[in-house]
């Protein structure tokens, strides 16, 4: 898919950059058709030394919304309605705006902009999009059309894989991928400090365990098998894995997993309030 018209970014961080580097990549855009705001002076040049985009001060980002029909909103959830009120009058009906903004509602961002009846979308993407290999949810916002959703689902299929969710689901989605990452390196991390308990140095576990987690990913994202039955082509009766499963289902392992998502999605939900 090509999108139409130019593409704005009001705030060029990381995710910011993640989506430009994904967006160029995919070639759904190109980089004269990408305008960047950010307050930060070095950021700026670095964005359009590096992606040879068109980079403005916070201060100039009448140029974004006078020159993009879609723009997306990638900065901190504190200041999202300074933004929205500062650019509140340069906001119009043609605009298609998609906020990454965590825990923020697109009913807030409509509440924030009663003059116009411009398009919303709210999206969810996590860290790893800096590897382009994000998991993003996206959610269908006031008057946003199916082909908004297909234009928001191309720019962020473009770093990783997503879906299209009820935006009910969205605090879920923070306590499972958003906050999923954090698990993960949790698990890393004490992976490799096993692998130098049973004598490896630390290279050599740090290479033997990325690369474990990376492959079984991988296994089981192209296999059509259950995670279980994944789990059990590994597991010999009498063997080393079972021995490790039992001490692992003994501390209940799955259990605590289960736990901190629901305790990550509650947070979310509160903090929603």
């Known amino acids: 898919m090509t999108l139409r ?19 160029l990549r995919t070639e759904i855009i190109t980089a004269a058709d990408i305008m960047v705001t950010d ?4 950021r700026r040049e670095y964005l359009a030394k590096t992606y040879r985009v068109n980079s403005f001060d916070s201060g100039e980002d009448d140029h974004v919304w006078s020159g993009c029909s879609t723009v997306i909103l990638a900065v901190k959830p504190q200041i999202m309605e300074e933004v929205l009120k ?3 009058d340069r906001i119009n009906d043609s605009h298609l705006l998609i906020s990454i903004a965590a825990g923020i509602k697109t009913s807030l961002i409509d509440a924030n902009l009663t ?36 234009t928001a689902l191309a720019i962020f299929n473009s770093i990783g894989r997503a879906i299209i969710l ?28 096993a692998g130098l308990k049973v004598g490896l140095n630390r290279s050599d576990a740090e290479l033997l365990v990325m690369q474990t987690v990376l492959g079984s990913v991988k ?33 209940g392992f799955s259990g605590i997993i289960m736990d901190a998502v629901e305790a990550a999605t509650e947070r979310s939900k509160e903090l929603g309030k």
């Open 5 to 23: 018209g130019k593409l704005g970014f009001i705030g060029g961080g990381r995710m910011g950059e993640a989506l430009i580097q994904g967006i």
């Open 39 to 42: 307050p930060v002076s070095s």
């Open 86 to 88: 500062d650019a509140r």
């Open 115 to 150: 003059r116009c009846n411009c398009r919303i979308i709210r999206v969810m993407p996590n860290t790893p999009a800096f590897v382009l290999e994000a998991a993003s949810a996206l959610c269908h916002g006031p008057r946003a059309t199916r082909e908004d959703m297909e």
């Open 166 to 193: 009820d935006e009910k689901y969205f605090d879920a989605v923070t306590g499972l991928s958003g906050s999923g990452p954090a698990y993960v390196f949790t698990c890393i991390e004490p992976l490799i400090d």
């Open 219 to 251: 296994l089981a994202m192209a296999s059509n098998e259950h995670p279980a039955q994944l789990r059990a082509m590994v597991t010999s009766p009498g063997g080393t894995t079972i021995a490790g499963l039992h001490e692992l289902e003994a501390a």
